[in-house]
């Protein structure tokens, strides 16, 4: 089932629960796994996520976003650029459900031969650049050791892993296990400037049904609106998960620097024992 971006807010929530909530970007400096804008999760046929965000024109290359799995199944991942920040888009998926299934019904050879011409056409798709053009998708899982590991990539060329992966979740198609955590990164391709504006919707959903819409609204991060560039300094709670390569090896020297001077005063206090004596 191809899947594209249908609404950032349905035009009809009485037969479901509609849920809103804002993420603050990062800067360039800060966007990492361990800073990645928490999505929530997705769970078949219940829950479907949505993202309306921006790639703006200052210190802000990258969008990071995580998602948890709740279930075994395919993975839906749209992504639409252009106007994002209409407030509501005219859902008519319900109804082109309902044709799909009238027509399977009274005309199951035209619909069979449908449903073979668009997997065809699926398989030859260029998705970004027809849905999103101008940016490209990473998708990123971790190991149990931190490790990131991309699982599928827009840009990459087809026939490869990654190319195949990530038009399957484009597809609908994509096979997923319960409980991963998926990272998803947004950024710009080789074919818009370094600083251009770009505005997307992404979705994310597992099967085709979804009782529960949540929404994320990206605002822009402090150094975007000041055009500064800053470092947020590491917090207690998340340092561990946030710690370079640099900062472990400097906490590494400070500890053998403070066990040296506690040998010396030992040593000093030892020797200064036995003298008297």
């Known amino acids: 089932m191809a899947t594209t971006v249908s609404t950032t807010i349905p035009a009809d929530t009485s037969n479901l629960g509609y849920w809103e909530k804002t993420v603050t970007d990062m800067n360039d400096i800060d966007e990492a796994f361990a800073n990645a804008r928490d999505l929530g999760y997705t769970r078949l046929n219940y829950a479907r996520v949505s993202v309306v965000g921006k790639l703006s024109e200052h210190y802000d290359s990258v969008d990071m976003y995580k998602i948890q799995l709740q279930s075994n199944g395919v993975v839906s991942l749209s992504v639409k650029g252009g106007n994002a920040d209409k407030d509501k888009v005219l859902d008519l998926s319900k109804y082109e459900q309902k044709l799909d299934e009238l027509k399977q019904i009274t005309d199951p050879e035209g619909w069979a031969k449908e449903q ?62 319960k409980d991963t955590m998926l990272y998803i990164k947004i950024s710009r391709d080789d074919t818009v400037g370094k600083n251009d504006e770009l505005a997307y919707v992404m979705q994310i959903q597992q099967g085709d049904k979804f009782v529960h819409d949540y929404v994320s609204k990206e605002s822009i991060s402090e150094d975007t609106k000041n055009k500064t560039e800053t470092k947020i300094p590491l917090t207690q709670t998340s340092a561990s998960s946030s710690l370079s390569s640099v900062n472990a090896l400097q906490i590494q020297a400070s500890r053998y620097e403070a066990t040296a001077q506690m040998l010396q005063v030992g040593y000093l206090n030892m020797a200064d024992i036995l003298s008297k004596k």
């Open 116 to 177: 073979a011409e668009k997997l065809e056409a699926d398989a030859n798709k260029d998705w970004m650049a027809e849905l999103a053009p101008g940016l490209k998708v990473e998708v990123y899982t971790l190991k149990k050791n931190g490790q990131e590991v991309l699982i599928g990539d827009s840009s990459a060329e087809k026939g490869t892993e990654t190319r195949d992966n990530i038009d399957a979740m484009f597809s609908g198609e994509y096979k997923a296990q």
